[in-house]
């Protein structure tokens, strides 16, 4: 099984400033790597699949990077919207999920 | 556009067997070029894959679930659908039909096992 894991667990930002999150799987998943953003009684929202592809109406503020075993989202001027869970997902093998950084308001 | 909608009872007692059906629209469930998924996420925890499957029949499950899931798809009615035997207060969760990475996931339908 690759384990995913995410750091760090809570990452505390005020609007305006650029956010990074961490995310690092135990195995090579290639580019096999998505990022999503879920918000209290809402489903996963993806944002970033293949590791760098931002998925449909995605704003260009959110960007992801890394390849093999090292990850990053990262998200350039923060709204207020943005605060909320992220988790980071490989698809090379099946699916596993990160456990989350939960992105909050300083 | 892909939509998919949970249905399902929503208190299952425990050692019984958890079903859930995911209904599909905007395509069909006929097509190899993904395979049908489950995902759960208990109360204030995070996501768990539970198990995928092809319409042709290939299923592939989570090891740690694997002795209690039993996944199926109905053609005739564009569904598939998840069982989960001998559930335990554990197995409380919101469950989401879902093609993860490509983003489409139904609303979710809260479990809760309890006597």
């Known amino acids: 099984e690759i384990v995913m894991t995410q750091s760090p667990a809570t990452l505390s930002v005020s609007p305006g400033e650029r956010a990074t999150l961490s995310c690092r799987a135990s195995?090579?998943?290639?580019?096999?790597l998505a990022w999503f953003q879920q918000k209290p009684g809402q489903a996963p929202r993806l944002l970033i699949n293949?590791?760098?592809t931002r998925a449909t109406g995605i704003p260009a503020r959110f960007s992801g990077g890394g390849s093999g075993t090292e990850f990053t989202l990262d998200i350039s001027s923060l709204q207020s919207e943005d605060f909320a869970l992220y988790y980071c997902?490989?698809?090379?093998?099946?699916?596993?999920f990160g456990q989350g950084t939960k992105l909050e308001l300083k | 556009q892909l939509h998919l909608q949970e249905s399902g009872p929503g208190l299952v007692k425990p050692s019984e067997t958890l079903s859930l059906i995911c209904t599909v629209s905007?395509?069909?469930?006929?097509?190899?070029?993904?395979?049908w998924g489950w995902v759960r996420q208990p109360p204030g925890k995070g996501l768990e894959w539970i198990g995928s499957?092809?319409?042709?029949?290939?299923?592939y499950y989570n090891p740690s679930l694997e002795s209690r899931v039993t996944m199926s798809v109905d053609t005739s009615k564009n569904q598939f659908s998840l069982q989960l035997s001998s559930v335990a207060a554990a197995d409380t969760a919101v469950y989401y039909c879902?093609?993860?990475?490509?983003?489409?996931w139904g609303q979710g339908a809260l479990v809760t096992v309890s006597s």
């Open positions: 879902a093609l993860p990475e490509r983003g489409v």
């Open positions: 905007g395509g069909s469930v006929r097509t190899t070029a993904y395979a």
């Open positions: 499957m092809y319409y042709t029949g290939h299923t």
């Open positions: 195995q090579s998943v290639r580019n096999n």
């Open positions: 293949g590791a760098s």
């Open positions: 997902m490989q698809y090379n093998n099946w699916y596993t």
